[in-house]
């Protein structure tokens, strides 16, 4: 029979615990947790990096391979071959440059003046008109009669509607104007002239007595004569008695 002793056991001596050492203790231990996390999420990583670029280098191998190869150098030839033929300019190093400045001249223009018309210019032609309407032979009964000696004077005078001047004269303006000469003032007015003077029959009338019908007035010259100043586009002229049934009318 065996007899065993039981041995008495014993705690081994223990480090003696300060505040310092376990604040290290727990440091240690710390340490030890964040250097297996980081090798854990550095492993994962790794892993995600790796997953991700397998397909975008694939994607990209495919994209290479679909685009067809571009030959550049027949794409260049055209233009290698117009550089080739095209001329060489060379220029000197140091170029002057000179040109000749021409002369020039000013010329005045030359302005053509229309010539001015002059009071002689018109005082002629008035008379050239004159002479040609006198053409015809004047009434022996002009010579001696103030009245037509004056109204002779006018002969070839145009027609002018209001007129009363030798510039030119309507029907009533011409007979007014002849009389003031003499110093008798007569209207300037067709319409108003039978209301004065006498009238006088045509077996009675006289050389220089006026003659009036409705919308004219003239002077009479004797026979079947008068003159007068008739309408637009004519002259004072010696004419025959044109009227119907004129009205002889003397002033004095």
């Given at each position: 029979m065996t007899v065993s002793t039981p041995r008495a056991r014993h705690r081994a001596a223990r480090r003696p615990s300060t505040p310092l050492t376990e604040i290290a203790s727990a440091a240690s231990e710390q340490m030890g947790t964040v250097g297996r996390r980081t090798a854990v999420v550095a492993a994962a990583s790794g892993l995600a990096v790796t997953m991700l670029g397998g397909p975008a280098s694939a994607a990209n191998q495919n994209e290479a391979g679909a685009l067809p190869a571009v030959d550049t150098t027949s794409l260049t030839a055209s233009a290698r071959a117009v550089l080739e033929t095209a001329p060489v300019v060379t220029a000197p190093a140091e170029v002057s440059w000179s040109f000749d400045t021409p002369t020039v001249t000013a010329v005045k223009p030359v302005v053509k003046e229309t010539p001015a018309r002059t009071a002689t210019a018109t005082t002629t032609s008035r008379s050239e008109a004159r002479t040609a309407v006198a053409s015809n032979p004047i009434p022996q009964s002009v010579a001696g009669n103030a009245v037509l000696e004056i109204a002779a004077r006018y002969v070839g005078t145009?027609?002018?509607?209001?007129?009363?001047?030798?510039?030119?004269?309507?029907?009533?303006?011409?007979?007014s104007y002849v009389y003031a000469q003499l110093g008798i003032e007569l209207p300037h007015s067709s319409g108003a002239?039978?209301?004065?003077?006498?009238?006088?029959?045509?077996?009675?009338?006289?050389?220089?007595?006026?003659?009036?019908?409705?919308?004219?007035?003239?002077i009479y010259a004797g026979g079947s004569q008068q003159i007068d100043s008739p309408r637009p586009g004519k002259t004072v002229q010696f004419r025959e008695i044109w009227q119907s049934n004129p009205m002889f009318i003397r002033i004095g």
């Open positions: 145009p027609y002018v509607s209001g007129g009363s001047t030798p510039d030119g004269f309507d029907c009533s303006g011409f007979v002239y039978p209301s004065i003077g006498t009238v006088v029959s045509a077996a009675d009338a006289l050389p220089g007595d006026i003659i009036w019908s409705p919308g004219h007035v003239a």
